[in-house]
Protein backbone atom coordinates (compact mmCIF):
# COMPACT_ATOMS: atom_id res chain seq x y z
CA UNK A 1 0.00 0.00 0.00
CA UNK A 2 0.90 3.77 -0.34
CA UNK A 3 2.89 5.79 2.53
CA UNK A 4 1.49 8.82 3.05
CA UNK A 5 2.73 11.64 5.13
CA UNK A 6 0.13 14.58 6.38
CA UNK A 7 0.15 17.75 8.20
CA UNK A 8 -1.83 19.22 10.76
CA UNK A 9 -1.80 22.88 11.73
CA UNK A 10 -2.93 22.84 15.61
CA UNK A 11 -1.74 25.87 17.59
CA UNK A 12 -1.15 25.43 20.69
CA UNK A 13 -0.97 21.74 20.65
CA UNK A 14 1.10 19.74 23.09
CA UNK A 15 3.22 16.68 22.87
CA UNK A 16 1.13 14.63 25.16
CA UNK A 17 -2.23 15.63 22.93
CA UNK A 18 -0.59 14.52 19.61
CA UNK A 19 0.29 11.55 21.62
CA UNK A 20 -3.35 10.93 23.14
CA UNK A 21 -4.31 11.57 19.22
CA UNK A 22 -2.36 9.16 17.95
CA UNK A 23 -3.28 6.44 20.48
CA UNK A 24 -6.74 7.11 18.88
CA UNK A 25 -5.83 6.86 15.10
CA UNK A 26 -4.72 3.45 16.25
CA UNK A 27 -7.44 1.95 18.14
CA UNK A 28 -9.67 2.21 14.86
CA UNK A 29 -6.81 1.86 12.13
CA UNK A 30 -8.05 -1.50 10.87
CA UNK A 31 -11.67 -0.36 10.58
CA UNK A 32 -10.06 1.70 7.47
CA UNK A 33 -6.97 -0.91 6.44
CA UNK A 34 -4.16 2.03 7.18
CA UNK A 35 -1.43 1.62 9.35
CA UNK A 36 -0.24 4.70 11.61
CA UNK A 37 3.62 4.35 11.51
CA UNK A 38 4.91 7.53 13.43
CA UNK A 39 4.61 11.42 13.77
CA UNK A 40 6.37 14.46 14.19
CA UNK A 41 5.87 17.68 16.58
CA UNK A 42 6.86 21.31 16.72
CA UNK A 43 5.11 22.48 19.75
CA UNK A 44 6.40 26.00 19.18
CA UNK A 45 5.16 25.86 15.36
CA UNK A 46 1.89 24.06 16.48
CA UNK A 47 2.82 21.78 13.43
CA UNK A 48 2.00 17.78 13.59
CA UNK A 49 3.54 15.81 10.55
CA UNK A 50 1.67 11.88 10.72
CA UNK A 51 2.76 8.87 8.71
CA UNK A 52 0.14 6.13 7.64
CA UNK A 53 -0.05 3.49 5.30
CA UNK A 54 -3.09 3.67 3.42
CA UNK A 55 -5.00 2.99 0.28
CA UNK A 56 -5.15 6.20 -0.26
CA UNK A 57 -5.79 9.55 1.02
CA UNK A 58 -9.32 9.41 1.74
CA UNK A 59 -8.80 6.75 3.88
CA UNK A 60 -6.23 9.16 6.16
CA UNK A 61 -8.75 11.98 6.23
CA UNK A 62 -11.52 9.40 7.52
CA UNK A 63 -9.38 7.67 9.83
CA UNK A 64 -8.17 10.98 11.76
CA UNK A 65 -11.66 12.51 11.86
CA UNK A 66 -13.57 9.26 13.63
CA UNK A 67 -10.64 9.24 15.93
CA UNK A 68 -10.14 12.79 16.87
CA UNK A 69 -11.91 15.15 13.99
CA UNK A 70 -8.47 16.78 13.71
CA UNK A 71 -8.45 16.62 9.83
CA UNK A 72 -5.07 17.10 7.99
CA UNK A 73 -4.40 20.50 5.88
CA UNK A 74 -2.26 18.95 3.39
CA UNK A 75 -1.45 15.09 2.70
CA UNK A 76 1.45 13.88 0.14
CA UNK A 77 2.54 10.76 -0.87
CA UNK A 78 6.13 9.29 0.33
CA UNK A 79 8.80 7.20 -0.53
CA UNK A 80 9.79 5.39 2.84
CA UNK A 81 12.94 5.17 2.20
CA UNK A 82 13.44 8.77 1.07
CA UNK A 83 11.52 9.82 4.71
CA UNK A 84 14.63 7.93 6.39
CA UNK A 85 17.05 9.96 4.47
CA UNK A 86 15.98 13.26 5.21
CA UNK A 87 13.92 12.27 8.85
CA UNK A 88 16.30 9.95 10.38
CA UNK A 89 13.40 7.82 11.08
CA UNK A 90 9.79 5.64 9.82
CA UNK A 91 8.84 4.40 13.44
CA UNK A 92 8.53 6.36 16.86
CA UNK A 93 11.98 7.16 18.36
CA UNK A 94 13.10 4.86 21.32
CA UNK A 95 13.51 7.71 23.33
CA UNK A 96 10.20 9.56 24.53
CA UNK A 97 10.57 12.82 26.45
CA UNK A 98 10.63 12.98 30.64
CA UNK A 99 6.78 13.13 30.49
CA UNK A 100 5.57 9.41 31.64
CA UNK A 101 1.92 8.49 31.18
CA UNK A 102 0.60 4.87 31.64
CA UNK A 103 -0.07 3.18 28.00
CA UNK A 104 1.24 6.46 26.21
CA UNK A 105 4.44 6.67 25.03
CA UNK A 106 5.23 10.71 24.10
CA UNK A 107 7.89 12.55 22.40
CA UNK A 108 8.37 15.55 20.98
CA UNK A 109 10.62 15.41 17.97
CA UNK A 110 10.36 18.68 15.55
CA UNK A 111 10.41 17.29 11.70
CA UNK A 112 12.35 21.10 10.39
CA UNK A 113 15.41 20.12 8.90
CA UNK A 114 18.46 22.22 7.67
CA UNK A 115 18.80 21.17 3.87
CA UNK A 116 22.21 21.14 1.98
CA UNK A 117 22.52 21.40 -1.88
CA UNK A 118 24.97 20.94 -4.00
CA UNK A 119 25.24 21.24 -8.25
CA UNK A 120 27.86 20.75 -10.40
CA UNK A 121 28.21 21.31 -14.36
CA UNK A 122 25.95 18.68 -16.51
CA UNK A 123 27.80 15.48 -16.75
CA UNK A 124 27.85 15.31 -20.72
CA UNK A 125 29.47 18.98 -20.79
CA UNK A 126 32.23 17.88 -18.55
CA UNK A 127 32.66 15.01 -20.66
CA UNK A 128 32.91 17.36 -23.45
CA UNK A 129 35.27 19.13 -21.61
CA UNK A 130 37.56 17.05 -20.07
CA UNK A 131 37.30 13.47 -21.47
CA UNK A 132 35.94 10.60 -19.68
CA UNK A 133 38.51 9.77 -17.73
CA UNK A 134 38.73 13.30 -16.32
CA UNK A 135 35.61 13.41 -15.45
CA UNK A 136 35.47 10.81 -13.54
CA UNK A 137 37.99 11.71 -11.72
CA UNK A 138 36.64 15.09 -10.92
CA UNK A 139 33.36 13.37 -9.80
CA UNK A 140 34.41 11.17 -7.87
CA UNK A 141 36.40 13.52 -5.94
CA UNK A 142 33.88 15.71 -5.37
CA UNK A 143 31.41 12.94 -4.36
CA UNK A 144 34.15 11.23 -1.54
CA UNK A 145 34.88 15.02 0.13
CA UNK A 146 31.18 15.42 0.40
CA UNK A 147 30.04 12.19 1.92
CA UNK A 148 33.44 12.34 4.09
CA UNK A 149 32.16 16.03 5.69
CA UNK A 150 28.40 14.57 5.04
CA UNK A 151 29.27 12.16 8.28
CA UNK A 152 31.77 14.44 9.85
CA UNK A 153 29.16 16.82 10.52
CA UNK A 154 26.19 14.79 10.96
CA UNK A 155 24.52 15.37 8.02
CA UNK A 156 22.27 12.78 5.86
CA UNK A 157 22.58 12.22 2.11
CA UNK A 158 19.08 12.08 0.47
CA UNK A 159 19.89 10.01 -2.52
CA UNK A 160 17.16 11.86 -5.38
CA UNK A 161 19.19 10.63 -8.47
CA UNK A 162 20.25 13.94 -9.73
CA UNK A 163 23.43 15.35 -10.58
CA UNK A 164 24.83 16.55 -7.22
CA UNK A 165 24.36 15.95 -3.47
CA UNK A 166 21.19 16.73 -1.46
CA UNK A 167 21.71 16.48 2.35
CA UNK A 168 19.32 16.69 6.16
CA UNK A 169 20.73 18.38 8.80
CA UNK A 170 19.08 18.74 12.23
CA UNK A 171 21.66 21.38 13.35
CA UNK A 172 22.03 24.45 11.30
CA UNK A 173 25.67 24.95 12.54
CA UNK A 174 26.61 21.76 11.56
CA UNK A 175 24.84 21.84 7.93
CA UNK A 176 27.09 25.63 7.72
CA UNK A 177 30.36 24.26 9.00
CA UNK A 178 29.82 21.22 6.37
CA UNK A 179 29.35 23.23 3.32
CA UNK A 180 32.66 25.43 4.44
CA UNK A 181 34.39 22.12 4.62
CA UNK A 182 33.44 21.20 1.24
CA UNK A 183 33.71 24.51 0.05
CA UNK A 184 37.23 24.22 1.33
CA UNK A 185 38.53 20.73 0.08
CA UNK A 186 36.95 21.56 -3.10
CA UNK A 187 38.70 24.89 -3.70
CA UNK A 188 41.07 23.85 -6.46
CA UNK A 189 38.39 22.10 -8.94
CA UNK A 190 35.45 24.35 -8.23
CA UNK A 191 35.59 26.31 -11.14
CA UNK A 192 36.29 22.89 -13.02
CA UNK A 193 33.22 20.96 -11.98
CA UNK A 194 31.29 24.28 -11.44
CA UNK A 195 30.38 23.57 -7.43
CA UNK A 196 27.55 25.69 -6.44
CA UNK A 197 26.06 25.36 -2.46
CA UNK A 198 22.92 26.29 -0.92
CA UNK A 199 21.73 25.58 2.24
CA UNK A 200 18.10 26.29 3.19
CA UNK A 201 15.03 25.47 6.10
CA UNK A 202 11.83 23.69 6.13
CA UNK A 203 8.95 21.34 6.99
CA UNK A 204 8.54 18.14 4.72
CA UNK A 205 4.81 18.80 4.33
CA UNK A 206 3.55 22.38 2.53
CA UNK A 207 1.95 22.95 -0.59
CA UNK A 208 4.09 21.23 -2.49
CA UNK A 209 3.73 17.15 -3.66
CA UNK A 210 7.08 16.45 -3.07
CA UNK A 211 8.49 15.85 0.46
CA UNK A 212 10.37 19.02 1.64
CA UNK A 213 9.72 20.32 -1.92
CA UNK A 214 9.09 23.41 -1.16
CA UNK A 215 12.59 23.76 0.62
CA UNK A 216 14.29 22.03 -1.76
CA UNK A 217 13.42 23.55 -4.53
CA UNK A 218 14.25 27.02 -2.94
CA UNK A 219 17.84 25.61 -2.05
CA UNK A 220 18.28 24.77 -5.43
CA UNK A 221 17.06 28.42 -6.61
CA UNK A 222 19.83 29.20 -4.94
CA UNK A 223 22.31 26.98 -5.95
CA UNK A 224 21.50 28.60 -9.60
CA UNK A 225 22.16 31.91 -8.94
CA UNK A 226 25.38 31.23 -6.82
CA UNK A 227 28.66 31.27 -8.21
CA UNK A 228 31.52 29.22 -8.70
CA UNK A 229 32.12 27.82 -5.05
CA UNK A 230 29.59 30.05 -3.37
CA UNK A 231 27.63 29.09 -0.28
CA UNK A 232 24.29 30.58 -1.14
CA UNK A 233 22.52 31.09 2.55
CA UNK A 234 18.67 32.11 2.39
CA UNK A 235 17.65 34.51 5.42
CA UNK A 236 16.29 31.51 7.48
CA UNK A 237 19.27 30.07 7.98
CA UNK A 238 21.42 33.17 8.29
CA UNK A 239 18.74 33.62 11.10
CA UNK A 240 19.33 30.16 13.02
CA UNK A 241 23.42 30.49 12.92
CA UNK A 242 24.30 32.24 16.36
CA UNK A 243 25.79 35.29 15.55
CA UNK A 244 28.88 34.08 17.60
CA UNK A 245 29.33 31.49 15.28
CA UNK A 246 28.99 33.71 12.48
CA UNK A 247 31.16 36.38 13.99
CA UNK A 248 34.09 33.56 14.27
CA UNK A 249 34.58 32.95 10.51
CA UNK A 250 37.13 34.27 9.17
CA UNK A 251 36.72 34.39 5.81
CA UNK A 252 32.90 34.99 4.89
CA UNK A 253 33.46 36.63 0.97
CA UNK A 254 32.41 33.71 -0.46
CA UNK A 255 29.49 33.53 1.27
CA UNK A 256 26.19 35.18 0.33
CA UNK A 257 23.13 35.31 2.67
CA UNK A 258 19.74 36.54 1.25
CA UNK A 259 17.44 39.11 3.09
CA UNK A 260 13.81 38.01 2.94
CA UNK A 261 12.51 41.01 0.96
CA UNK A 262 15.16 39.48 -1.23
CA UNK A 263 14.02 35.86 -1.09
CA UNK A 264 10.03 37.43 -1.35
CA UNK A 265 11.10 38.38 -4.88
CA UNK A 266 13.26 35.59 -6.20
CA UNK A 267 10.38 33.52 -5.52
CA UNK A 268 8.08 35.22 -6.99
CA UNK A 269 10.16 35.64 -10.32
CA UNK A 270 11.41 32.21 -10.27
CA UNK A 271 7.39 31.04 -9.95
CA UNK A 272 6.82 33.89 -12.79
CA UNK A 273 9.58 31.85 -14.57
CA UNK A 274 8.03 28.71 -14.28
CA UNK A 275 4.63 29.44 -15.37
CA UNK A 276 6.06 31.12 -18.56
CA UNK A 277 9.51 30.27 -19.71
CA UNK A 278 7.88 27.89 -22.45
CA UNK A 279 6.08 30.92 -24.35
CA UNK A 280 8.04 32.04 -27.20
CA UNK A 281 6.43 35.60 -26.56
CA UNK A 282 6.75 35.71 -22.92
CA UNK A 283 9.18 38.94 -22.41
CA UNK A 284 9.90 41.53 -19.69
CA UNK A 285 6.87 43.34 -20.15
CA UNK A 286 4.94 40.38 -19.41
CA UNK A 287 7.35 39.99 -16.37
CA UNK A 288 6.21 43.61 -15.19
CA UNK A 289 2.79 42.46 -16.00
CA UNK A 290 2.69 39.51 -14.10
CA UNK A 291 5.16 40.97 -10.74
CA UNK A 292 3.11 44.48 -10.65
CA UNK A 293 6.49 45.83 -11.02
CA UNK A 294 8.13 48.63 -13.19
CA UNK A 295 10.83 47.88 -15.49
CA UNK A 296 13.57 49.79 -14.25
CA UNK A 297 12.50 48.23 -10.72
CA UNK A 298 12.40 44.98 -12.11
CA UNK A 299 16.02 45.36 -13.62
CA UNK A 300 17.46 46.77 -10.66
CA UNK A 301 15.76 44.10 -8.44
CA UNK A 302 17.05 41.20 -11.02
CA UNK A 303 20.46 41.93 -10.88
CA UNK A 304 20.74 42.87 -7.36
CA UNK A 305 19.13 39.19 -6.73
CA UNK A 306 20.66 36.56 -9.02
CA UNK A 307 23.34 38.24 -10.72
CA UNK A 308 21.54 38.45 -13.92
CA UNK A 309 18.95 40.89 -15.89
CA UNK A 310 15.41 39.32 -16.46
CA UNK A 311 16.30 38.86 -20.34
CA UNK A 312 19.51 36.95 -19.62
CA UNK A 313 17.78 35.12 -16.79
CA UNK A 314 14.91 33.90 -18.74
CA UNK A 315 17.38 32.63 -21.55
CA UNK A 316 19.25 30.74 -18.65
CA UNK A 317 16.30 29.19 -17.35
CA UNK A 318 15.34 27.78 -20.72
CA UNK A 319 18.65 27.19 -21.93
CA UNK A 320 19.16 25.07 -18.59
CA UNK A 321 16.06 23.17 -19.22
CA UNK A 322 16.89 22.00 -22.61
CA UNK A 323 19.88 20.34 -21.18
CA UNK A 324 16.85 18.05 -19.07
CA UNK A 325 15.65 17.66 -22.38
CA UNK A 326 18.15 16.89 -24.55
CA UNK A 327 19.91 14.28 -22.18
CA UNK A 328 17.21 11.77 -24.26
CA UNK A 329 19.36 10.61 -27.41
CA UNK A 330 16.54 10.66 -29.26
CA UNK A 331 15.22 14.04 -29.19
CA UNK A 332 14.50 16.48 -31.86
CA UNK A 333 16.61 19.54 -31.60
CA UNK A 334 13.37 21.73 -33.26
CA UNK A 335 10.97 20.35 -30.77
CA UNK A 336 13.54 21.03 -28.55
CA UNK A 337 13.66 24.26 -29.13
CA UNK A 338 9.88 24.75 -29.40
CA UNK A 339 9.67 23.02 -25.88
CA UNK A 340 11.85 25.74 -24.35
CA UNK A 341 10.73 28.68 -25.38
CA UNK A 342 12.94 29.58 -28.63
CA UNK A 343 11.23 31.57 -31.46
CA UNK A 344 13.53 29.42 -33.91
CA UNK A 345 16.09 26.43 -33.69
CA UNK A 346 18.64 28.82 -35.29
CA UNK A 347 18.49 31.09 -32.38
CA UNK A 348 18.67 28.10 -29.92
CA UNK A 349 21.54 26.56 -31.42
CA UNK A 350 23.22 30.14 -31.46
CA UNK A 351 22.35 30.09 -27.51
CA UNK A 352 23.55 26.97 -26.52
CA UNK A 353 26.45 27.28 -28.31
CA UNK A 354 27.71 30.78 -26.72
CA UNK A 355 26.58 29.39 -23.45
CA UNK A 356 27.79 25.85 -23.07
CA UNK A 357 30.99 25.66 -25.81
CA UNK A 358 29.07 23.26 -28.27
CA UNK A 359 26.00 22.76 -30.80
CA UNK A 360 23.45 21.22 -29.64
CA UNK A 361 23.73 18.23 -31.73
CA UNK A 362 27.26 17.73 -30.69
CA UNK A 363 26.28 17.19 -26.86
CA UNK A 364 23.36 14.65 -28.10
CA UNK A 365 26.39 12.94 -29.50
CA UNK A 366 28.35 13.00 -26.29
CA UNK A 367 28.69 9.68 -24.57
CA UNK A 368 27.51 9.68 -20.53
Not at 68 to 96: A, C, K, Q
Not at 169 to 180: I, T
Not at 232 to 253: C, F, G, H, I, Q
Amino acid sequence: MPIYMDLHIVPGVTAVEVAEAHREDAKIQDKFSCRTMTYWIDEHKGCVFCLIEAPDKESVKSMHEKAHGLIPNEIIEVNTSVVNSFLGRITDPETTDEITIPNLKVFSDSAFRILLVTKTMDAKLMLHAFGKEKTQELLQMHNNIVRDQLKNHEGREVDLKEEGFVASFVSVSKAVECSLAIQKRLQLISSQIGLRIGIHAGEPVTKSDELFGSALKFARYLCGIGKSNQIMMSSAVRKLYKEDDWNTLVDRSNIRWLTLPEETFLETLIDTLENNWQNPQFAVADFCRIMSISKPQLYRKSMATTGMSPNNLLREYRLLHSLDLLRNEDRNISQTTFDTGFSSPSYFTKCFQKRFGLQPIAYLKVKA
